[in-house]
C-alpha cells in the first residue's frame, strides 16, 4: 500500500500540468495522421520532463516516443491524441453549439487519453528516479487510432519488439478493467473506372462507375443476411463521380469497413465482398482496383495483467465525482435518449439505474457487457505484447461515443477528476510489473498461450504504407474506429 500511495503522489503532484495539456489539445482537434500541433504539445511535455525522445517513430510523422529509466523490464503506456470530422462543440455546455473552424472535435476523448497516460508514465519515471529501482517506461504518442491504424503500421515496424507490458485506456461512462473484446477491421477503397458521356445524347455510350457503386452496395447488403451475426459492414462514398447528372459518372470511389470478430472471419468476409465488386464491375462494363487503406487486429486479452490492473482499481476506489459534477451530467443526459441510458449500462454489464447520471463504481472484473462492439488498433499491440487497458469514467452516463455530448465534456471538471483517475490506475499497474518479476512472467506465459494457436500475423498488406494524407485536410476518409 505504502508503494501505492507514492505513485499516486506523484500523480497528483503533476496532474495540472497534465489537465492542461488535455485541454490544450482539445482546442486544436487535429484529424487522422494530421496531428502536427498535438503530437508536438505531447513532444515538449516529454522533453519538459526528462524523457529521451524518438520522433517519426515508424516514420510516421506525429508518432512519438518517449524512454525513462535502466535495465528492467520495458514498460509501455499507450496514447492517442487524434480527434473526429464534424464533431466541434463548445465547452461545457449541454446544447448543440458548434464551433467556428474546420468542425473537427475531440468526440472520442482522446485528448484525455494521451494527456493521462502522459501523466501516468512521467509518474513512474519520477517513481523509478526516486527508488533507483531498475526499469524502464516508454510512453507512445500514437496518431491515427480512428481509422489509421498507426499502432498496427508501429507493430509492423518494430516499434514495440522489446516491450515487456503495454498498458492503455480509454474515456468512458465507468471505471473499469476494459473487457478485452473487439472487431478486427479492414478499410478497403474500391474505385471503379467506366466510361463517360453525354446522359440524354448518348446514354448507350457511357459506362457508369456510379451504377457499379451503387450494385456493389446492393449485393453487399445482401450479403448481410448470410454472414456472422456479430460482423459489421459500413461504407462512404468517396468520390459519386461529380455533381452533374447529365453526364455518365466515369469514375466512382467507395470506401468499406469491414469488421468481424478475429482475422480469420475477417479475411473470409472481404474476400465475399471482393467478389461482389468484381461482379458489380462485370455488370456495368467496368473496372474496378481496390486499394486497403488500414487494417487492425482483434483484442487479446492477458489474465494476469487484468487482475493487476483491478486491484489497482479497487484500492484506489472510484473517482471523486462531486454534486457540481453530477448536475452537469444531469444536463447532458436531458439531451440523450432513453435508449442511450440504458445500452450504456447494459454494455458494461451493469443493472441499469436512471438515477445514476455518473459513475460511483468499479465496475467488476468478472463483469460482461451486452451490446455493440468496437474496434482499436490496440488490438495489433495485444497480439505481440502482453497488453491491458482501463476504461475511464469522464463522462455522463449514457453519452455516446462519437457525439458532440462527448466533445462538450471533454474539458470539464469531471473529465479532468477521470483523467488523474485513471492516471493512478495505470501507474499503479505499472509499478506492479516492475517490483514483481512473477506479474510479468505470467503475464508472458498467458499471452504465448494465447498466440501459441494462431500466431499474430498482420492485417496489414506488406506494400501498404500508412496513409498520411488520409485526412486530406478536411476530414475526408477519416472514421471512428
Given at each position: 500500500?505504502?508503494?501505492?500511495?507514492?505513485?499516486?503522489?506523484?500523480?497528483?503532484?503533476?496532474?495540472?500540468?497534465f489537465?492542461?495539456?488535455?485541454?490544450?489539445?482539445?482546442?486544436?482537434?487535429?484529424?487522422?495522421?494530421?496531428?502536427?500541433?498535438?503530437?508536438?504539445?505531447h513532444?515538449?511535455?516529454?522533453?519538459?520532463?526528462?524523457?529521451?525522445?524518438?520522433?517519426?517513430?515508424?516514420?510516421?510523422?506525429?508518432?512519438?516516443?518517449?524512454?525513462?529509466?535502466?535495465?528492467?523490464?520495458?514498460?509501455?503506456?499507450?496514447?492517442?491524441?487524434?480527434?473526429?470530422?464534424?464533431?466541434?462543440?463548445?465547452?461545457?455546455?449541454?446544447?448543440?453549439?458548434?464551433?467556428?473552424?474546420?468542425?473537427?472535435?475531440?468526440?472520442?476523448?482522446?485528448?484525455?487519453?494521451?494527456?493521462?497516460s502522459?501523466?501516468?508514465?512521467t509518474?513512474?519515471?519520477?517513481?523509478?528516479?526516486?527508488?533507483?529501482?531498475?526499469?524502464?517506461?516508454?510512453?507512445?504518442?500514437?496518431?491515427a487510432?480512428?481509422?489509421?491504424?498507426?499502432?498496427?503500421?508501429?507493430?509492423?515496424?518494430?516499434?514495440?519488439?522489446?516491450?515487456?507490458?503495454?498498458?492503455?485506456?480509454?474515456?468512458?461512462?465507468?471505471?473499469g478493467?476494459?473487457?478485452?473484446?473487439?472487431?478486427?477491421?479492414?478499410?478497403?477503397?474500391?474505385?471503379f473506372?467506366?466510361?463517360s458521356?453525354?446522359?440524354?445524347?448518348a446514354?448507350?455510350?457511357?459506362r457508369?462507375?456510379?451504377d457499379?457503386?451503387e450494385?456493389?452496395?446492393?449485393?453487399?447488403?445482401y450479403?448481410?443476411?448470410h454472414?456472422?451475426?456479430?460482423?459489421r459492414i459500413?461504407?462512404?462514398?468517396?468520390?459519386?463521380?461529380?455533381?452533374?447528372?447529365n453526364?455518365?459518372?466515369?469514375?466512382?470511389?467507395?470506401?468499406?469497413?469491414?469488421?468481424?470478430r478475429?482475422?480469420?472471419?475477417?479475411?473470409?468476409?472481404?474476400a465475399?465482398?471482393?467478389?461482389?465488386?468484381?461482379?458489380?464491375a462485370?455488370?456495368?462494363?467496368?473496372?474496378v482496383?481496390?486499394?486497403?487503406?488500414?487494417?487492425?487486429?482483434?483484442?487479446?486479452?492477458?489474465?494476469?495483467?487484468?487482475?493487476?490492473?483491478?486491484?489497482?482499481?479497487?484500492?484506489?476506489?472510484?473517482?471523486?465525482?462531486?454534486?457540481?459534477?453530477?448536475?452537469?451530467?444531469?444536463?447532458?443526459?436531458?439531451?440523450?435518449?432513453?435508449?442511450?441510458i440504458?445500452?450504456?449500462?447494459?454494455?458494461h454489464?451493469?443493472?441499469?439505474?436512471?438515477?445514476?447520471?455518473?459513475?460511483d463504481?468499479?465496475?467488476?472484473?468478472?463483469?460482461?457487457g451486452?451490446?455493440?462492439?468496437?474496434?482499436?488498433d490496440?488490438?495489433?499491440?495485444?497480439?505481440?505484447?502482453?497488453?491491458v487497458?482501463?476504461?475511464?469514467a469522464?463522462?455522463?452516463?449514457?453519452?455516446?461515443?462519437?457525439?458532440?455530448?462527448?466533445?462538450?465534456?471533454?474539458?470539464t471538471?469531471?473529465?479532468?477528476?477521470?483523467?488523474?483517475?485513471?492516471?493512478?490506475?495505470?501507474?499503479?499497474?505499472?509499478?506492479?510489473?516492475?517490483?514483481?518479476?512473477?506479474?510479468?512472467?505470467?503475464?508472458k506465459a498467458?499471452?504465448?498461450?494465447?498466440?501459441?494457436?494462431?500466431?499474430?500475423?498482420?492485417?496489414?498488406?506488406?506494400?501498404?504504407?500508412?496513409?498520411?494524407?488520409?485526412?486530406?485536410?478536411?476530414g475526408?476518409?477519416?472514421?471512428?474506429?
Amino acid at each position: 500500500m505504502q508503494n501505492t500511495e507514492e505513485i499516486w503522489r506523484l500523480v497528483d503532484a503533476k496532474a495540472e500540468d497534465f489537465i492542461a495539456l488535455s485541454d490544450r489539445v482539445w482546442g486544436m482537434p487535429e484529424l487522422c495522421y494530421a496531428e502536427h500541433r498535438s503530437c508536438a504539445e505531447h513532444t515538449a511535455m516529454l522533453e519538459q520532463q526528462g524523457f529521451r525522445v524518438t520522433r517519426e517513430v515508424a516514420g510516421i510523422p506525429t508518432a512519438v516516443m518517449g524512454e525513462a529509466g535502466e535495465g528492467g523490464p520495458v514498460i509501455a503506456i499507450l496514447g492517442e491524441y487524434d480527434a473526429l470530422p464534424g464533431l466541434s462543440q463548445e465547452a461545457g455546455v449541454a446544447e448543440r453549439r458548434p464551433l467556428p473552424g474546420d468542425g473537427a472535435g475531440h468526440g472520442c476523448g482522446h485528448n484525455l487519453l494521451g494527456a493521462a497516460s502522459l501523466l501516468a508514465a512521467t509518474a513512474v519515471k519520477d517513481w523509478l528516479e526516486r527508488n533507483g529501482v531498475p526499469g524502464r517506461v516508454r510512453y507512445y504518442g500514437c496518431p491515427a487510432e480512428e481509422g489509421g491504424a498507426a499502432k498496427g503500421f508501429m507493430v509492423r515496424a518494430g516499434a514495440f519488439d522489446d516491450v515487456d507490458i503495454a498498458i492503455s485506456w480509454h474515456p468512458a461512462a465507468f471505471s473499469g478493467v476494459n473487457e478485452p473484446v473487439s472487431l478486427a477491421n479492414t478499410r478497403i477503397d474500391f474505385t471503379f473506372t467506366g466510361r463517360s458521356s453525354h446522359a440524354a445524347a448518348a446514354p448507350h455510350l457511357g459506362r457508369s462507375a456510379l451504377d457499379a457503386v451503387e450494385l456493389m452496395n446492393v449485393g453487399v447488403n445482401y450479403m448481410r443476411e448470410h454472414m456472422p451475426s456479430d460482423a459489421r459492414i459500413h461504407y462512404a462514398y468517396l468520390d459519386a463521380g461529380g455533381i452533374a447528372p447529365n453526364v455518365v459518372q466515369g469514375r466512382a470511389t467507395v470506401r468499406y469497413l469491414i469488421r468481424a470478430r478475429d482475422l480469420v472471419e475477417l479475411n473470409a468476409l472481404i474476400a465475399r465482398v471482393r467478389k461482389i465488386a468484381e461482379g458489380a464491375a462485370l455488370m456495368t462494363e467496368t473496372t474496378v482496383v481496390a486499394k486497403v487503406v488500414s487494417a487492425v487486429s482483434n483484442l487479446l486479452g492477458n489474465t494476469p495483467l487484468e487482475q493487476a490492473m483491478y486491484d489497482n482499481f479497487k484500492r484506489l476506489g472510484p473517482p471523486p465525482f462531486d454534486e457540481a459534477d453530477r448536475a452537469f451530467a444531469r444536463e447532458i443526459r436531458a439531451t440523450l435518449k432513453e435508449e442511450d441510458i440504458v445500452s450504456a449500462f447494459r454494455r458494461h454489464g451493469l443493472p441499469v439505474d436512471r438515477d445514476k447520471p455518473l459513475c460511483d463504481l468499479i465496475v467488476p472484473l468478472e463483469a460482461k457487457g451486452e451490446g455493440g462492439i468496437g474496434s482499436t488498433d490496440v488490438g495489433d499491440v495485444s497480439w505481440v505484447v502482453p497488453t491491458v487497458q482501463a476504461r475511464g469514467a469522464t463522462y455522463a452516463i449514457g453519452t455516446p461515443g462519437h457525439s458532440w455530448q462527448l466533445t462538450a465534456q471533454g474539458k470539464t471538471p469531471a473529465a479532468h477528476k477521470g483523467l488523474v483517475h485513471v492516471a493512478k490506475v495505470m501507474a499503479g499497474t505499472a509499478v506492479d510489473a516492475i517490483r514483481d518479476p512473477d506479474l510479468v512472467a505470467r503475464a508472458k506465459a498467458d499471452h504465448q498461450a494465447r498466440t501459441a494457436a494462431t500466431p499474430y500475423v498482420c492485417p496489414l498488406p506488406p506494400d501498404v504504407q500508412p496513409p498520411i494524407g488520409m485526412s486530406g485536410g478536411s476530414g475526408a476518409g477519416a472514421a471512428g474506429a
